[in-house]
């Protein structure tokens, strides 16, 4: 398996500008994370969604942020409009429970840089 | 709401000696993760601890868990540089499937 994939890598926009960053889990996992991670906050959880359905998205940071998970295979997470505080890395991560266990594995990481 | 607390937040150790990191907690769990994280990297998963008193290793590194004093200790043992990296532990909370909540990571720097 290729892992957990993320898109873009990089992301240099300017402020007011739409950001979407997209996600391809695992297959076979039937939980999906969005993180944030900057030196300031450190790991923060966005939003988590299982077999597709949004469970908390009490993470989310403010009406500005968004996530969709279409489908199993599939998940956004949109930024519209974007500010200058938004720039972080966000990672994505994917996991599904055996034995009682919920190990993530993350993706690569998106990194944000909003001008 | 679940409380994790590492301590220390930054660790720096001189190669070959041993050192102990700490992972509290505040509500009960048994599911306790701990992830590595190089610089400029993402996160992999080191050890899944899943009960009281379950003790996992790896290489120089130990992890143990004591769910009665909510707390999971990671040790590292004759630490050598390629060790350096941020160390995150996570608990796994008991009523929401799969969501775990981190802590502030450790930042480990080995110098020789």
């Known amino acids: 398996d290729a892992g957990v994939i993320q898109s873009p890598r990089h992301e240099v926009t300017e402020m007011g500008q739409e950001v979407t960053l997209r996600c391809k889990p695992i297959?076979?996992?039937?939980?999906l994370f969005w993180y944030r991670q900057t030196m300031m906050r450190g790991l923060e959880l966005l939003i988590y969604f299982n077999n597709n359905v949004p469970i908390d998205d009490s993470g989310m940071p403010e009406d500005r942020f968004s996530a969709k998970m279409p489908n199993a295979s599939f998940s956004t997470l949109k930024i519209q409009p974007s500010e200058p505080r938004d720039s972080a890395v966000y990672f994505c991560?994917?996991?599904?429970?055996?034995?009682?266990?919920?190990?993530?594995?993350f993706g690569a990481g998106s990194r944000l840089t909003v001008l | 709401e679940l409380k994790v607390e590492q301590n220390p937040l930054f660790l720096s150790m001189q190669e070959g000696k041993n050192y102990t990191i700490y992972c509290n907690y505040s509500?009960?769990?048994?599911?306790l993760y701990w992830y590595r994280q190089d610089p400029g990297k993402s996160l992999e998963s080191l050890f899944v601890l899943l009960s009281n008193g379950a003790v996992k290793q790896e290489g120089r590194l130990m992890a143990s868990l004591d769910t009665k004093a909510r707390l999971s200790t990671l040790h590292i043992t004759a630490a050598v540089h390629d060790l350096s990296a941020t160390y995150f532990c996570a608990v796994g909370g008991n009523t929401n499937a799969g969501k775990s909540t981190f802590g502030d990571g450790t930042t480990l720097t080995v110098k020789p």
């Open positions: 297959s076979g996992h039937n939980s």
């Open positions: 509500t009960t769990s048994d599911r």
């Open positions: 991560a994917s996991s599904w429970t055996v034995s009682g266990a919920n190990v993530l594995t």
